[in-house]
């Protein structure tokens, strides 16, 4: 008998002799429907996973987005470097083009200045690029560019299936050995293609091999939970993000890129600021700085809460500065400044003389970012703006310091009731301070830039003057402006309209920039326009009335006081050439007047420019405006002198206490004889002018000694002299226009 732990024996029924049978037919059925099933379900799954993938659902919108801003990348790149290029291109045809010059003897030629005009303005081009580039090319990409690249995607993936059909019919067309070869392929394609599909599957759910995925970028979409990431160093946070029922707190608590993002997300929404994220966080000496983007209306509303966020933050006044980024327009730079931005800025670089040439960039000033504040005034007619202690001294001597280093450029200083330049006297040519010297200043340049203008075509210079040591450029400074007399600005006024192209600029300065201030709408007709400390209507009235939404705030800044420097010297500066216009701040060098006086002194003894002789000659054949002409009556007799007459250079530098040109002293002999006997008959006379002609019978009257001098010995004489040749008189008795000499001008060069 069997213990119970003795295993039982199973026992196994034997096989029936004719066990029961499916009919052929019924399998053969069966399994045509399983097949006919399994087929439905995989041209299902086909359906589903072509759709899905022609609809671009493997690619999420952050996957999209990287995309984008890579393929922004490298467009830019592509860009970049076909403009090297096109330098490198115009490099080659300048040096053949000076090489062709000197073989015929010449030092350059017009199609040597013309390819240098080529080469400047692609390397403008290239130094724009380097500013503005990079920073546009990792913007967010804006949602009409997400479906613009999901669009070009779903259209690429179709074209792609198309023709690739196409292709397999015809190569099979062509060569039916191509049949066999596709057996294989095709089998593994539609296994590949009819497995399960799965919406949302994080498994490789494209029907064909895809490019490896892109690091994530702060371009995640930042209304989804989760989003935040690092590029980097940067960190990003979004609204999303933040803890329920968190309360802002102040900047000192901050010690964390996390914490920052934070802490600006959280007073944002305490003040119904619309920032939805924070991205490109930065610690600074002087704070911090991050990227913010509003998730509706525009950055105008950061501007606007400026205030509130300050308490929010527990910062100074001013200590928000927002500044709107011109590429994307719901993002703005975001500086929470709790300690001077400038204090690392580096100091002014020493230039020596005539190491500089009018037409190079030089550096006045820093970037609250601390980028530099570079440009050239050739060609840039200027407007400075600042209130009574906003430093606009110290702005036009560090535009001073760089143009006075210049080999190609005259410099003249303007003030009709300050001290000017002060500090760099010596090396300016010309410093006029009462109206007198200012109009006759700004008559003479006006007449030499419309005889320029003339000149231009008889030179073989083109459509602009062509500076050089030989003939150089002129900067006129002119402080306080609204203190000239009418007629100063009405010629300043005038030459604003002509001077540009002849090289002959002015750099106008003033305490407030509207209308009403300056005596005429003078902000509007400049191409460079900056403000310093100043009120709020001045920012309108000079950058334009959306301006302080755009982020211009000058009028934030606190000019200096007795004892405190506060913001002088810092601007808002618009029109820089080569340089876009975006609303930051910038502080200007400031330059001891120890070392202006030695800068100075250094650049006098190098030796100060005149003009050129072609230029003052083009002179003698241009009229004066009408209301520097005088009035006569109908009998001829004046009834209202000219109120202002054209002087020679050389007057002109004696009328301001200006040392002459060497060689230029009106010393004993025929010509200064001449001059002074011309002056003692028109005194004689009663008048003011004589035509040449017959100035030249009343000194051969009033002195036998002229009884052989003809018409144009007498001419020859006076030009001796410095009275330069004939000038129009206006109208003598019945002659309209008559050309001859003035007494006053002659008077001047005695």
Known sequence: MATETEPVEQQIPPMPTDPPTVPRKQRIDTVKLQAKAAYGEQKQNVRQRLAAWFATADIDDQKLAAQVVDNKRRQAQRQDDELLRQVGRVNSRLAQARIDAARRGEETSPQVERIKG?????????????????????????????????????????????????????????????????????????????RPHVEDSTEAGAPFPQAPALPATFLADPTQAGGAMSVGSHVVMNVEQLAEGAKPFPLRNVSTPQQLAECVLLAARAENVPIVEVA?????????????????????????????????????TNGVRPQPIKARRACAVLRLVDGDPFATAPGLPYRAPKSLSITDKFRIGTSVGGDPLELSLAGVMGLWVA????????????????VTACRDNITI????????????????????????????????????????????KKLGMGNKWKVSPERPAVTIF????????????????????????????????????QASYLGGNYAQMVALQALGPCKVEDARSVFGDGSVKEGYLPHRLSPATQTDPKDAGHIYIKGVPGKADEPIEYAIHEIPSGTLRQLATERLDAGLLDPDQDSLDAMK??????????????????KKPAPVSLLTWEQLLRLCGAEPPAGSELTDGPARAAVEDSVAVMEKAGVDRMKTEVLLVALQEFDPEYADLDVDAFKALMKQAGAGGPQTLGQIGEEKNPRGFKRDRLRHLL
């Open 280 to 316: 490109d966080v930065q610690r600074q000496p002087w704070g911090w700085q991050c990227i913010v983007r509003v998730g509706e209306g525009t950055p105008e509303a950061i501007i606007a809460k400026s205030g509130d966020l300050e308490t929010r933050f527990d910062l100074p």
């Open 413 to 456: 200083d303007l003030d009709p009731f300050g001290d000017g330049l002060e500090d760099l006297g010596d090396a300016v040519r010309i410093t006029a301070r009462t109206n007198e010297q200012i109009e006759h200043v700004l008559l003479f340049f006006l007449v030499m830039a419309k005889g320029r203008a003339r000149l231009r």
């Open 478 to 513: 002119f402080d306080e402006l609204p203190k000239a007399s009418a007629l100063a600005k009405r010629l300043y006024a005038d030459l604003l309209l002509v001077g540009r192209k002849e090289l002959i600029v002015e750099e106008a300065a003033s305490q407030g920039g």
């Open 621 to 638: 054949n241009v009229d004066l405006p009408e209301y520097c002409e005088p009035e006569y009556d109908n009998d001829g007799n004046i």
């Open 387 to 402: 209130a009574s202690g906003g430093g606009k001294t110290g702005i036009l001597q560090a535009l001073a310091e760089g």
């Open 118 to 194: 080529e080469l400047a303005a692609l390397q403008a081009r290239v130094e724009t690029r380097a500013a503005e580039g990079p920073a546009v090319a990792v913007m967010p990409p804006t949602n009409k560019e997400l479906d613009r690249a999901r669009w070009t995607k779903k259209a690429t993936r179709v074209a792609t299936v198309l023709a690739g059909g196409y292709g397999y019919l015809h190569g099979i067309a062509v060569e039916p050995a191509l049949l066999l070869l596709s057996i294989p392929a095709g089998g593994f394609g539609w296994w590949f293609l009819s």
